[in-house]
């Protein structure tokens, strides 16, 4: 089971930092990725993190900008985003996948519920 949070309303240029809890023992040996989408468009992959935390993979619209992270010792993934824009208003998902590297597009098992991520010109 996953559980986000961290969502909120923001001004452009402001921050958020969104967290996932994942229940289980086995979430060190999960790939983790956030997604979202906005009203009217389809969901799209945001970042992902390997199991070990070594690897990360971003977006193009949010590299420089967002960082994931994870604590495996709280079972818990992060996503820390700055220089925030408006165009990132959207519904924000975690998903976890038991594969050690995260998997191509939005192939992941398990997911979710979102946070909503506003953010005002």
């Known amino acids: 089971q996953l559980q986000a949070s961290g969502g909120g309303l923001v001004q452009a240029g402001g921050s958020l930092r969104l967290s996932c809890a994942a229940s289980?023992?086995?979430?060190?040996?999960?790939?983790m990725g956030w997604f979202r989408q906005a009203p009217g468009k389809e969901r799209e992959f945001v970042a992902a993190?390997?199991?070990?935390?070594?690897?990360?993979y971003y977006a193009d619209s949010v590299k420089g900008r967002f960082t994931i992270s994870r604590d495996n010792a709280k079972n818990t993934v992060f996503l820390q985003m700055n220089s925030l824009k408006p165009e990132d208003t959207a519904v924000y998902y975690c998903?976890?996948?038991?594969?050690?590297?995260?998997?191509?597009?939005?192939?992941?098992?398990?997911w979710g519920q979102g946070t909503q991520v506003t953010v005002s010109s």
């Open positions: 289980g023992r086995t979430f060190g040996s999960y790939a």
């Open positions: 998903a976890a996948d038991p594969r050690p590297v995260p998997p191509r597009g939005d192939d992941y098992l398990y």
């Open positions: 993190i390997s199991s070990s935390g070594r690897s990360t």
